[in-house]
């Protein structure tokens, strides 16, 4: 069977914890921030349940009026109410056998709660305008961006239903708090959204994505990737670094204030690939004025060399080097000791080493 967990990146410890309990017939309650996925934490909660050959019905709760929350969940006889022409079954009966899954519970109507904790405790409930009691045979799942402690604290949840279902939370925490796995994640999600008709993100991309906060977490990094490719695709001029940048810049995010090697992108490459600076002035000088260091030196290579497929002749118009000064920029690159590849081959020279001799010969060759 294919892991019910596998369209979720990292998050490995919440995904063990959640495989255990989707074992258990008990409710869970899903916590975080709007967009981190407690969604998909429920559907493969239920997938990886024995209740899996059943459907899994979920109800919105903040899109349903108040007015018609309980003919929806429970259902109506004929006649309960004006527009009842017939019997309706609700979301419990369509549920049967299966899970019920109550997204953004903390948006529940007063009035549904308490008839929602005897569906939840002892599995029984009535159809709206209906004496006869029927018996549930449903697990039930809950979803919340909300505190409800603060919410029951306040009197607009009930505290019995809380406590009911607050007996095994799974908390997913916001982007931010995980930014260790976002070269990871987004990865995963560039790879879903290309289905391989892309290269990988390259480190410099990834890097400008590292450095953003996302108050969207999960779901607004997929929307910045859903366009990344699609712009990229309708303007293959300009480099995808350029056009992500873009896009941030558009969001208007701000850099998330850690000094990080992103950081170095915006102050260094992206004064050449943005703003038409040359090597010299944006990395050379400052270098030398021991304004950056060689270890930063080393980052701005790497990431160029990431732009450029890994090609030195192309990095010249990425970083405005220059054709008549190309020899002069390896034989820089080569004295600073850059390892980029600086693999031995047999018989001794590194490539860029042999690089720099052939373009003196007039042959400048692309690794």
Known sequence: MTDPFAAICGLDDLKDEARYLAAEELPVLITGETGVGKNL???????????????????????????????????????????????????????????????????????????????????????????????????????????LAALVREGRFRSDLYYRIALHELHIPPVRERREEIPRLADF???????????????????????????????????ILEQLWLRWRLDASRSRYEVLAEILRRHGQAPAGQASGSVLLQRHVQRMIEEGASFWDAVHRPYLRREISRAELFEVLRVGLDLSGGSWKRLVPIFRVGEAKYKKFLDFVHKQGFSRHLHRRPGGDSPLAREGASTQAGQAAEI
């Open 41 to 147: 934490f429920a559907a493969a909660i239920h997938r990886a349940s024995p209740r899996r050959a059943r459907r899994m019905v979920t109800v919105h709760c903040p899109t349903v009026p108040s007015t018609l929350f309980e003919s929806e969940v429970f259902g109506h006889r004929r006649g309960a109410f004006t527009d009842a022409h017939e019997d309706r079954p609700g979301a419990v009966e369509v549920a049967e056998g299966g899970t019920l899954f109550f997204d953004e519970t903390g948006d529940l109507p007063a009035q549904a709660q308490a008839k929602l904790l005897r569906v939840v405790e002892e599995h029984r409930y009535r159809r709206v305008g209906d004496s006869e009691e029927r018996t549930a045979d449903i697990r039930c799942l809950f979803a919340t961006n909300h505190d």
């Open 189 to 223: 999600l560039w790879r879903q959204l290309t289905d391989g008709e892309a290269d990988p993100l390259r480190s410099a991309e990834v890097g400008l994505l590292a450095d953003f906060s996302f108050p969207g977490n999960v779901r607004e990094l997929r929307g």
